[in-house]
């Protein structure tokens, strides 16, 4: 079927003439699109903010080793692609613009022909690069390396990825030309742009320099030789339109405006309202995300200080590495029960789930430990213990874990003001009341807690309109911490540091068996060598 044409949109893309009555805005539409670890998620929305459509597509990352974790590039296309089809069947208002997200920062490296060389390298759960960033460290120095960009490098430094690969693989590094990130390989695929936002860019550490907003060229031979990085933009800049080959394919329209995009973390915060100053999102889902916008570059050697999404902004940011992988594991361990049947049995059991405290580090720990070798440690098991009392104790493990990175970025001199609840973990409430219960936090539940695709289609809806995110997503509620749990959280909290501590050597020497035990890495390629 030959793509539809939208003669309505053929004005100049730099020009928001929508018409702001209730019944334009309702008849005109932008579509987002979120790669994410668990799924590819797409929305239909029009320009007051209503979900007129939504599709998910499962697909699950591959652990090939421990500390490994991949996917295919090629599927994220392939699934933006079952999106649209599905999304754009029968009836639907005009498509003005398309909106892109992703998990991140990744390392997709693709050759001149725009075919991934392996498969993506996923951001800080993948743990590979532990060699590259002591050898970048070494060389480039860590003070440089902090104040250049903001945090020493760890797993979530994508350059020192790159650089793994440049290392030890080297037929596919003799392929890899470019380097896209989810959001960027939509975009490439929908467009035939080349480009990445400066917020991903800043998460490719140690190849972006956070005061020259660029990429710092004299580093790119240690940790990229060779590669063509891409030109920078903003989150909500138009990368380009929908070309014929992509129309043809998607059913979108041709030649509307496809914005930049960005991590899905950064899209998540303005789905919901939670990238003013002062504004700390929690990200619910697989993993964890937290973060806080600033007026000014705010650093912690356990954090990272990455640009925002907007020009101008600037963040104070963590992550946890298994939140939602956690229940999900638990879920599968016990048969694959509905998450339903455990959140309600979870529920009924009392704070503190029976005496356990749980480390939730099960593919090792981002911010604020940055250890990628930590494991996840249950403490506490009785023969009395149920899987109600396990499903607690880890979205209990992700209260502490909250309360860590808070209390860790409120010693660095970050200001919050205000605290956002968004992802799928918040569509039931047990799990953001515990959290609450935990830190002490009131938290602020929106309308529309569909994710980083809602935030996308109103970055695309920017581009072509005045809309404000307030009133596409206003608040729905507030929760507010029960006290009455304070003083028994506030000794598992004790509990939950002390454990870490108490555990670190015997897990990181079982983590170095759990490595031996796995298939040995290629050979190394000499750092620098010839493409």
Sequence with gaps: ??????????????????????????????????????STKGVLVDLSGRVLRQATRAHAPARPRPGWVELDGDLWWAELVSICQELLAGEHPPIAAVGVSGMGPCVLLADEDDVPVRPAILYGVDTRASAQIERLTAELGADEIARRTGAPLSSQSAGAKIAWVAETEPAAWARAARLFM?????????????????????????????????????????VAP???????????????????????VTG?????????????????????????????????GTTMFLVNTVDAQVTEPSLWSPVGAYEGTRSLAGGMATTGAVTTWLRDLVGSPDHQRLVDAAGRVPAGADGLVMLPYFAGERTPLLDPDARGVIAGLALTHTAADLYRAALEATGFGVRHNVETMLAAGAKISRVVAGGGGVQGSLWPQIVSDITGLEQVIPTQTIGASYGAAYLAAQSVADVAIGDWNPPREVLVPD??????????YRLYRELYRGTADVVHSLARLQQQAATPPTTPRTPGASR
């Design 226 to 248: 060779g590669l063509e990085l891409p030109p920078l933009r903003w989150a909500n800049e138009v990368a380009g339109t929908v070309t014929a080959v992509a129309a043809a």
């Design 1 to 38: 079927m030959p793509p539809r044409q939208n003669t309505f949109w053929s004005r100049s893309l730099t020009q928001k003439s929508i018409s702001d009555s209730p019944t334009d805005m309702r008849n005109v539409a932008t579509l987002g699109v979120d790669v994410g670890t668990s």
């Design 483 to 492: 006290p009455r749990p304070r003083d028994t959280y506030d000794e598992l």
């Design 252 to 284: 979108l329209p041709v030649g509307i405006p496809v914005i930049t995009g960005t991590i899905d973390a950064w899209a998540e915060a303005i789905s919901v309202d939670a990238h003013g100053i002062g504004d700390l999102l929690l990200m619910y």
């Design 182 to 222: 989810p959001s960027s390989w939509l975009v490439r695929h929908l467009t035939g742009a080349y480009v990445l936002d400066h917020h991903s860019a800043s998460q490719c550490a140690p190849l972006y320099d956070l005061a020259d907003q660029d990429w710092y060229a004299a580093w790119a031979p240690a």
